[in-house]
């Protein structure tokens, strides 16, 4: 389902995620949720090439990555450099 994405400067997206200890049917509607509004904006307004789970209100570590050749779902991703 396609959600409303957040806009920067939202106080909601300093709230901090939590990590993902179990993959059951709110993971996958997230991943749904996700994948559906990021191709949305893709297909709509021609921007976006991925979209985070905090973005669109869910506060858990889950990103989706759509490129013309690949895309994918990470979990609790870690930035490990800057």
């Not at 995620?17 to 949720?33: C, G, W």
């Amino acid at each position: 389902m396609i959600q409303e994405v957040l806009k920067l400067g939202n106080v909601l997206l300093r709230q901090s995620s939590v990590n993902i200890t179990e993959f059951n049917e709110e993971i996958r509607k997230i991943m749904n949720d996700l994948e559906d509004t990021l191709k949305f904006f893709q297909e709509t307004k021609k921007i976006g090439r991925a979209l985070a789970a905090p973005q669109i209100g869910y506060f858990k570590k889950i990103i989706f990555i759509n490129l013309p050749e690949t895309s994918f779902f990470m979990l609790n991703p870690t930035i490990t450099w800057k």
